[in-house]
């Protein structure tokens, strides 16, 4: 097994993933979502791969279309729109019947397949490292996998002791959501109007968080 000290950066981010309060799955493809984004309208709007890319795709799912919005680069949205659009009228115009026919879907928005290939990497990266007890430890400290993510993982996993060791982890996190969620309750209530709230006050957003991911785009898988 390498030192940590020889470990690359994926590792690393991985493991700094842990120590935020969120499933670091999601977190990281979210960066890596807004990094490409950032990039993407910045510097390489006006690029023929990206053209060709948003053609292909007919431009972004609505949540990433939404998404670029919140950028605020007008002429960057318009650009990615428009290449969209002159793709379409292109296509319908050289063969209407396109419309009647089973045509083949157009390709993933290039945004959920930068999502797709960072949470591919850091799940393969999560896989190889579950004999590392420290990498192991900081993981059970972690927020824990979304759902969405924990049912990616652990089909993956080959070895019995190692998946029964992440089940237990998992099911131990949202008991301990689930103690949160009635106590944030209890103490809500009239009886116990005053008593002061602990960590449990933010308990039903991680939980939703926890059930869902933050990925909105999770309801569209199969
Ligand atoms: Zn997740
Ligand atoms: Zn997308």
Same mark, same amino acid.
């Given at each position: 097994?390498?030192?940590?000290?020889?470990?690359?950066?994926?590792?690393?981010? #991985?493991?700094?993933?842990?120590?935020?309060?969120?499933?670091?799955? $999601?977190?990281?493809?979210?960066?890596?979502?807004?990094?490409?984004?950032?990039?993407?309208?910045?510097?390489?709007?006006?690029?023929?791969?990206?053209?060709?890319?948003?053609?292909?795709?007919?431009?972004?799912?609505?949540?990433?279309?939404?998404? %670029?919005?919140?950028?605020?680069?007008?002429?960057? #949205?318009?650009?990615?729109?428009?290449?969209? #659009?002159?793709?379409?009228?292109?296509?319908?115009?050289?063969?209407?019947?396109?419309?009647?026919?089973?045509?083949?879907?157009?390709?993933? $928005?290039?945004?959920?397949?930068?999502?797709?290939?960072?949470?591919?990497?850091?799940?393969?990266?999560?896989?190889?490292?579950?004999?590392?007890?420290?990498?192991?430890?900081?993981?059970?400290?972690?927020?824990?996998?979304?759902?969405?993510?924990?049912?990616?993982?652990?089909?993956? %996993?080959?070895?019995?002791?190692?998946?029964?060791?992440? #089940?237990?982890?998992?099911?131990?996190?949202?008991?301990?959501?689930?103690?949160?969620?009635?106590?944030?309750?209890?103490?809500?209530?009239?009886?116990?109007?005053?008593?002061?709230?602990?960590?449990?006050?933010?308990?039903?957003?991680?939980?939703?968080?926890?059930?869902?991911?933050?990925?909105?785009?999770?309801?569209?898988?199969?």
């Amino acid at each position: 097994m390498a030192r940590k000290s020889e470990k690359h950066s994926p590792y690393f981010n #991985l493991t700094d993933a842990f120590k935020v309060q969120h499933c670091p799955i $999601c977190y990281l493809a979210r960066r890596s979502v807004t990094h490409y984004l950032d990039g993407l309208l910045y510097e390489r709007v006006t690029d023929p791969g990206t053209v060709a890319s948003v053609r292909a795709s007919e431009g972004f799912c609505e949540h990433h279309f939404r998404q %670029i919005i919140e950028f605020q680069d007008a002429t960057g #949205l318009s650009a990615l729109a428009r290449y969209a #659009l002159e793709f379409l009228v292109q296509k319908l115009t050289q063969d209407p019947k396109t419309l009647r026919k089973k045509a083949a879907p157009p390709a993933l $928005c290039p945004a959920c397949k930068t999502w797709n290939e960072t949470e591919a990497s850091y799940i393969g990266l999560f896989l190889e490292n579950l004999e590392d007890p420290s990498f192991m430890f900081d993981y059970e400290h972690s927020f824990g996998f979304c759902m969405p993510h924990f049912k990616m993982i652990y089909p993956k %996993i080959e070895n019995e002791t190692h998946r029964e060791k992440l #089940l237990k982890t998992q099911i131990a996190k949202m008991e301990s959501l689930i103690k949160e969620l009635a106590d944030f309750e209890r103490k809500h209530s009239y009886e116990h109007q005053g008593e002061s709230y602990g960590k449990e006050a933010d308990s039903r957003f991680r939980a939703v968080e926890f059930l869902k991911g933050r990925s909105d785009k999770f309801h569209e898988r199969k």
